[in-house]
């Protein structure tokens, strides 16, 4: 069973128009994480929760944003999409309070942007 | 500063035949952890392995081995009789938690195809 669950999997949005992707887990886990993975390259965190507290990595551009309502969800809004975000973005979970466990990672959002 | 090196981008292998995956990594923190993980072509990435700076004993699963030396700062991975099924890429990443936090680096990557 899928522990990490990212929505949609396929994404189509248009230039400039606001998008937003899920992702829901039921491992219970305090550590959400987004990753942004273009083609042919290895994942880059762009952000990860700690329970509530949001921590920004200090290249993610502004245009990309994290909420989390609560401990299972978590979405990632990219408010002015352009073709370089055009991209796989990969959420995953882990579950340890001192860093070292490792992520469980969801299927992933692949975003077009047309 | 922090980084993981997968110098192979792309090996093929024909079935059977056994194959290592490179990685080597970079940091000054004593205190370390590395992983690999697969990305088959589904997309998610599916945790294989991980090791922390203070072990050094080789690992085997399987098929797969692990062989971690910190006197070259590698953390080699390699399969044996090789499958179809273990066509992917495969991530080495690295996590410092003490000067990171919760940042995993990763590798580059390095693609495996496996032809039957």
């Known amino acids: 069973d899928a522990m990490v669950i990212q929505n949609p999997r396929y994404q189509v949005t248009q230039f400039g128009k606001p998008v937003t992707l899920s992702c829901s887990q039921t491992?219970?886990?305090?550590?959400m994480y987004w990753y942004q993975q273009k083609s042919s390259q290895a994942p880059k965190l762009l952000f990860h929760?700690?329970?509530?507290?949001?921590?920004n990595e200090a290249d993610t551009p502004d245009n990309f944003q994290s909420r989390r309502p609560n401990t299972s969800f978590c979405f990632l809004d990219i408010r002015s999409p352009g073709l370089g975000d055009a991209a796989m973005y990969l959420c995953a979970t882990s579950g340890s309070t001192d860093r070292r466990a490792e992520a469980f990672f969801g299927q992933g959002t692949r975003l077009t942007v047309v | 500063a922090q980084k993981v090196t997968q110098a192979q981008t792309e090996i093929s292998v024909v079935e059977k035949e056994d194959v290592t995956l490179d990685c080597v990594y970079e940091?000054?923190?004593?205190?370390?952890?590395l992983f690999w993980y697969k990305q088959p072509p589904s997309g998610e990435l599916v945790f294989l392995i991980r090791r922390n700076s203070f072990d050094e004993q080789n690992e085997i699963s399987g098929r797969y081995s692990w062989n971690f030396q910190k006197s070259t700062s590698s953390f080699n991975f390699t399969i044996t009789a090789s499958q179809v099924v273990d066509s992917a890429v495969y991530f080495c990443?690295?996590?410092?938690?003490?000067?990171?936090?919760?940042?995993?680096?990763f590798g580059a990557g390095t693609r495996l195809f496996v032809k039957a």
């Open positions: 491992l219970n886990h305090n550590v």
């Open positions: 990443a690295l996590n410092c938690p003490n000067t990171g936090g919760f940042k995993t680096i």
């Open positions: 940091t000054r923190d004593t205190t370390y952890y």
């Open positions: 929760y700690y329970d509530k507290d949001f921590n």
